[in-house]
Structures are given as C-alpha cells and as structure tokens.
C-alpha cells in the first residue's frame, strides 16, 4: 500500500454521532465509529485521490499527520475495501437477509411516531379493564387451560412460536423500513437458546427509529397479552376459548421478564446502551469486570482500567452497568445448577427409565417425547453457540 495506490470502497454509509461518525457496511452489517479525520479520509479515497494524495489533502485540511496507509488497511480488514492497488479484495459470502423481497417502502408505515399509540391504547384499556374486573387476572393455573396435558404442551408449543415469530418479525419490519437489512436466526444467552433478530445498522438511523425497532418486540407481546385480556370480557367464563385466551395472556406476557435481564443483550438492554451512549455496553462492561477481578485476585501486574478511556457520562454507565453483569450473570448461573440441570437429569432418568418400564404404547411415547425434546433444545443450543462463536472469530 503505497503513496500511489488506490482503493475502491464498497457503498458506505455514515452519520454524524457526537465527536465521531458511525460508518459501515449494510451488506455484511460491520459498523464502527471513527473520528472526524477518518470520515473525511473516506471522502477522499471516495473521490478517486490515492493513498499519498489523500494524506496530503487531510494534512492540509485537518494538521494531522495521518497515517493513511494503516487506515485503508484497517478498512481491509473490515471488509471495507472492494479493490485496493488494482487487486480485488476478497470478503466473506454476504449473508442474505430475512424475507428479502420485503421492501422498505413496504412496512414505511411503521416509522411513524402515531403507531405506538395503538398499542399503547390497547394496553390502557387492558388496564381499564383489569381495574374493573380483576376477577380475569390469569393465574399460573390459567397455563393449564386443558384436562389434557398434550393440548397443554400443543398449544402453548403453537401460541407461544407465533407471538415469539410476531415479537422478532416486529423488530425485523420496522429495521427494514430504516433501510436495515435484518436477519431472524437462533442464539445463546448464557444457558438460554433464543431467537434474534440481527439488525445491525440500525445505529445509523435517527434515535427514534432506533428505539422503535429495539422495542416492537416487546410492543407486539403487551400488545397481544391486551387484547387476549380485553377478549375475555366478551366469552364465557370457563369455556374452552376463555380459558385459552387467560393462557394466551400469560404466553405473551411471561417472555417479557427475560427481557427485563439488561445484563444479557436483550431488547432493553439495547435501549438502555442507546440512551446512556455507550457504543458497547456489554463489551465494556465485561472487560471492567475482568479487571476488577485481576486486582481481587492480587495480580502483580494487573491491566490498567479499559474504562480510563472512555468519557466521563460513558464510564459511569460503564462502571455501573459491569455490576448489574456480573450479579446478574452469577443469579443466572446459580440458577442453572441448582434447578435447571437438576430438573434435566431427573427428567433424563425418568424417561430412560420409563423405556424399559413400558406397559403401553403411550407409556413409551411419553418417554421417547421428554428423551427428544431435552436432546433436542441442548443439541440446538451446543451447536448454536458453537456456530456464533466460530463466526465471532473469522470477524
């Protein structure tokens, strides 16, 4: 890369944040954020000037000595660069986006700032309506709307899918009415398998569109738990449909208490990146809890605070946040060992118990059913996780 060499960029886009500028790549959703000097290098190499040219341009504009060579090298590795000295710059296979034929002129409409107040109407009157009947209020029993416990599992299998495919549908509709590509996939959060929509460059679009699209997921759920509350009022008390619609409510309402954990990346927790303008909360806060636990663990050399670097507002927010992560992370992990893979193994056990204790055809069902959907949620989960992680490493 020397002074005569050029560069090709791929389409960039960028927008103003703070003191730096936010620039990425919407095909392969790589974002970063460079200061005002490197913004205006981009420019430059945009314009055709070669590496030497460009360099004496910022000098002159900017009086900094930059080192623009290192930079389109950085943009290399990013997957910036289309062609760089006359050679192709090989990039990873784009990823093609969730439902690609869904066009941004498509779901406009849900950008503008008079949509939430249909589903926050909807919950008012559930609220309304709650206040004047509590008599409706679901109760863990409501979950066991059926004598059947196979329709139990069914429907909750079915309703449950639907509004979690609605809740992530959401997020990826109003993404694409930015101009966000997005894509629904699986994911891990600690001991949890999730679905996730990945939409990021949604970091380039104004504030309000952003909170938009981090929280349509959860307006989605209140708005469904709303209206299954308000419909209960107009069926009969303890028919099948009032009894499935006092399930639904829960259905939609119980996912919404994972959400609430800021310390995994869950919806709020993009929010509350977003409005404390931190540019990685989860990131930065585990590094502090890293260093913080190399001075408990009275290292000889511990790594200096990698918050020292961030500006005063983000480093509170950082110092904070770390906390609420490691106790939250340690609650979760508790959890996990004291209940969850207890609960498991005695399931395992029954069930491979059950097979060779078999009277009946539905005996054997039952236990080849636990047996599969146990493996099945922890395989998915192990090679979930395994693929995320492989892929965090090419990045």
Not at 28 to 47: D, H, K, M, S, W
Not at 156 to 183: D, K, M, N, T, Y
Not at 193 to 208: C, F, Y
Not at 349 to 360: D, F, H, S
Request: charged residues 20%; contains cysteine.
């Amino acid at each position: 890369m020397g002074p005569a060499s050029r560069v090709r960029l791929h389409d960039l886009t960028w927008r103003p944040d703070g003191a730096e500028w936010i620039v990425g790549r919407r095909e392969t959703r790589t974002f970063v954020a460079v200061p005002e000097a490197g913004i205006r290098v981009i420019r430059l190499l945009e314009r055709g000037l070669s590496v030497g040219q460009a360099q004496e341009r910022a000098l002159a504009e900017t009086g900094e000595e930059l080192d623009v060579a290192e930079f389109v090298r950085d943009l290399i590795g990013l997957g910036f660069v289309a062609e760089a000295a006359g050679l192709a710059v090989a990039t990873e296979p784009v990823r093609p986006p969730t439902l690609p034929r869904l066009r941004p002129e498509h779901v406009r409409f849900l950008l503008s700032p008079l949509l939430p107040l249909l589903p926050a109407a909807l919950v008012a009157a559930a609220l309304v309506a709650l206040v004047r009947h509590p008599g409706l209020v679901p109760t863990y029993r409501s979950l066991l709307w059926s004598d059947r416990g196979s329709v139990v599992i069914l429907s909750g299998a079915v309703v449950g899918w639907s509004i979690l495919l609605l809740h992530e549908l959401a997020h990826l509709a109003v993404a694409r009415a930015a101009g966000v590509p997005g894509r629904i996939g699986f994911g891990t959060r600690l001991q949890f398998l999730v679905a996730q929509t990945d939409i990021s460059g949604i970091e380039l679009a104004p504030r309000r569109h952003r909170l938009t699209a981090y929280l349509a997921g959860i307006a989605v759920n209140l708005a469904v738990a709303a209206t299954a509350f308000l419909l209960l009022l107009v069926t009969a008390p303890g028919s099948a449909p009032h009894r499935l619609l006092a399930a639904t409510v829960l259905w939609a309402l119980l996912p919404l208490t994972f959400q609430l954990m800021v310390f995994m990346r869950t919806d709020v927790y993009f929010v509350l990146q977003d409005l404390t303008g931190c540019r990685d909360l989860y990131g930065d806060g585990r590094a502090h809890a890293r260093h913080l636990a190399g001075r408990l663990l009275r290292r000889r050399t511990p790594d200096a605070d990698p918050t020292r670097a961030l500006p005063p507002a983000e480093r509170r927010a950082v110092r904070v946040y770390s906390v609420i992560q490691v106790v939250g992370t340690t609650l979760c992990l508790a959890g996990l060992a004291l209940y969850t893979l207890p609960a498991d193994l005695r399931l395992i056990l029954t069930a491979i118990a059950g097979l060779r204790t078999a009277r009946t055809g539905l005996d054997l069902a039952d236990a080849l059913l636990t047996l599969g959907s146990l493996l099945a949620v922890h395989v998915l989960w192990f090679t979930t996780r395994r693929r995320n992680r492989r892929r965090r490493r090419r990045s």
